[in-house]
T-cell receptor, first 114, second 114 residues
Framework: DQQVKQNSPSLSVQEGRISILNCDYTNSMFDYFLWYKKYPAEGPTFLISISSIKDKNEDGRFTVFLNKSAKHLSLHIVPSQPGDSAVYFCAAMVTQGGSEKLVFGKGTKLTVNP | DAGITQSPRHKVTETGTPVTLRCHQTENHRYMYWYRQDPGHGLRLIHYSYGVKDTDKGEVSDGYSVSRSKTEDFLLTLESATSSQTSVYFC?????????????FGPGTRLTVT
């Protein structure tokens, strides 16, 4: 049972345009949602997170939107740059019995074309 | 980079041999995590720790054990390595502040079991 789903395995965007990466989840008990960028042969890089009590968080070119009624979140990258080409993972954090655990989606490969 | 190092960075071992991977952090974080990343699966939690000598299982813990005798070190042991444990292993720490939750990853260890 996959609790966090990224239904698009890949996305291609022109440089300067907006990239929109999507994520759906099934567990309404998640407390936080996070986005990561990953280059080959490197560890995931934290980009931005959002609390479940908020609906938007912004950091520079990155904005995350949370729609709790639809159990959906999205990451907007504006403007997209060739260096943004990477695999993007959505993750959700749940607190259970004092422990804090992340559940990851399977990733979306973003390609930004010059 | 949250002061996380992993060792070794690469290892090739034979089926049936024990293997220990080390995660070291320098910033006194309470929570530490071990994940594995495999094609088509995203990142999956193996074990985590919420303090010295306090550990618990993640979703793919079979065949793995962990130990945390000091705050700064979290060890992952494969008691008898199998080919299915060929993977890239990532260590992570978490930080919580107000309405923010962030988890940071180390550079990874690529393990090949022949």
């Amino acid at each position: 049972d996959q609790q966090v789903k990224q239904n698009s395995p890949s996305l291609s965007v022109q440089e300067g345009r907006i990239s929109i990466l999507n994520c759906d989840y099934t567990n309404s008990m998640f407390d936080y949602f996070l986005w990561y960028k990953k280059y080959p042969a490197e560890g995931p890089t934290f980009l931005i997170s959002i609390s479940s009590i908020k609906d938007k968080n912004e950091d520079g070119r990155f904005t995350v939107f949370l729609n709790k009624s639809a159990k959906h979140l999205s990451l907007h990258i504006v403007p997209s740059q060739p260096g943004d080409s990477a695999v993007y993972f959505c993750a959700a954090m749940v607190t259970q019995g004092g422990s804090e655990k992340l559940v990851f989606g399977k990733g979306t490969k973003l390609t930004v074309n010059p | 980079d949250a002061g996380i190092t992993q060792s070794p960075r690469h290892k090739v071992t034979e089926t049936g041999t024990p293997v220990t991977l080390r995660c070291h952090q320098t910033e006194n974080h309470r929570y530490m995590y071990w994940y594995r990343q495999d094609p088509g699966h995203g990142l999956r939690l193996i074990h985590y720790s919420y303090g010295v000598k306090d550990t618990d299982k993640g979703e793919v813990s079979d065949g793995y054990s962990v130990s945390r005798s000091k705050t700064e070190d979290f060890l992952l042991t494969l008691e008898s390595a199998t080919s299915s444990q060929t993977s890239v292993y990532f260590c992570a720490i978490s930080e919580t502040s107000g309405l923010s939750y962030e988890q940071y990853f180390g550079p990874g260890t690529r393990l090949t079991v022949t």
